[in-house]
C-alpha cells in the first residue's frame, strides 16, 4: 500500500487557478495534493541579445521555493547571493519544455518570463510547475492576440509533466514526498498533448531499473499527463467564460 493509500495509477488530487496574480499578464495556481505553487508570465517587447532581428521570440523561466515551503526553513538564495545547482537546473528544464510547447517565429520579438515559486511542496514541484506555467503561459499569449501585438495563438501543443517511480509497490503514478524519498527509481516525464516526448529525467537510486518497467512507468505518465491535459484546458475555458475556476 502506498503511503496515501492511492492505488499506483491514481495522482493526487489537481486543481488549477486562473489570474490568481492580478498584475501579471498571466498566472496560474496550481495544486497537486500538497503541492502548490504560483506560475507568473510577463511580457516583454525585447530579446535576449543572441536573438535580435531574428524575428524570434524566446520563452524563458525561472523558479525558487518560499523559505518554509518545506518541513524546516530554506534560507532564500537571494539571500545567499547565488542560486544552487538544483534551482538553475529546474528553470532551465521549465524554459526547455515551455519553448517546445510554442511557435517562436510566430511569437515575433517578445519574450516572456514564466516565475514559478513554490508555496507548499509536497513532490513533484517542477512537473507541477511546468504544467501551471503552460497555462500561465496561454494566458498571457492570449492577451497578446486580443490586444493584437500578435496575429495568431502561437501554441504549437499543450505541454504537462507528472512524475513516476518504482517503490516496493511496483511501479507509482506521482510521486509525494514520502515516496520520492524512498523511492528505488524516480523519473519526470515532460510530454505534449499531440503525444510528443519533450523531455526524461529518470534516475535509479539503488538498482538500476528495467526496460519493461520504464515502459510501465510510460504508461502511467500518459494516463496521468491525459489527466493534466484536461485539467488545463477546463482552466482554461473556465477563466474565457468568466466562470468560477475549479
Known amino acids: 500500500m502506498r503511503p496515501s493509500g492511492r492505488a499506483p495509477d491514481v495522482m493526487r488530487p489537481v486543481s488549477i487557478t486562473v489570474g490568481f496574480a492580478r498584475h501579471a499578464e498571466g498566472s496560474a495556481l496550481i495544486k497537486i495534493g500538497g503541492t502548490e505553487v504560483l506560475c507568473t508570465a510577463s511580457v516583454e517587447t525585447k530579446v535576449p541579445p543572441f536573438l535580435r532581428g531574428q524575428g524570434k521570440g524566446w520563452v524563458t523561466a525561472e523558479y525558487g521555493m518560499l523559505p518554509r515551503a518545506t518541513h524546516k526553513r530554506g534560507p532564500r538564495e537571494a539571500a545567499k547571493g547565488r542560486q544552487n545547482g538544483r534551482t538553475q537546473e529546474i528553470q532551465r528544464l521549465i524554459g526547455r519544455a515551455l519553448r517546445a510547447s510554442v511557435d ?21 514541484t517542477r512537473c507541477a510547475s511546468i504544467t501551471g506555467a503552460w497555462v500561465a503561459l496561454a494566458v498571457a499569449l492570449r492577451t497578446l492576440v486580443d490586444k493584437r501585438v500578435i496575429r495568431k495563438m502561437p501554441v504549437l501543443t499543450q505541454v504537462a509533466a507528472i512524475s513516476c517511480g518504482l517503490t516496493a509497490d511496483g511501479c507509482v503514478l506521482d510521486l509525494d514526498y514520502d515516496e520520492d524519498s524512498n523511492a528505488d527509481s524516480d523519473v519526470n516525464f515532460v510530454l505534449a498533448a499531440d503525444g510528443g516526448i519533450v523531455e526524461i529525467q529518470g534516475t535509479a537510486e539503488k538498482a538500476p531499473f528495467s526496460e519493461i518497467a520504464f515502459l510501465d512507468m510510460m504508461h502511467l505518465a500518459r494516463s496521468g499527463t491525459g489527466i493534466l491535459f484536461a485539467a488545463q484546458t477546463e482552466a482554461l475555458n473556465a477563466a474565457q467564460s468568466g466562470a468560477p475556476a475549479p
Open 104 to 124: 517562436l517565429e510566430t511569437l515575433g520579438e517578445i519574450m516572456i518570463t514564466l516565475d514559478c515559486d513554490v508555496l507548499n511542496a509536497d513532490g513533484g
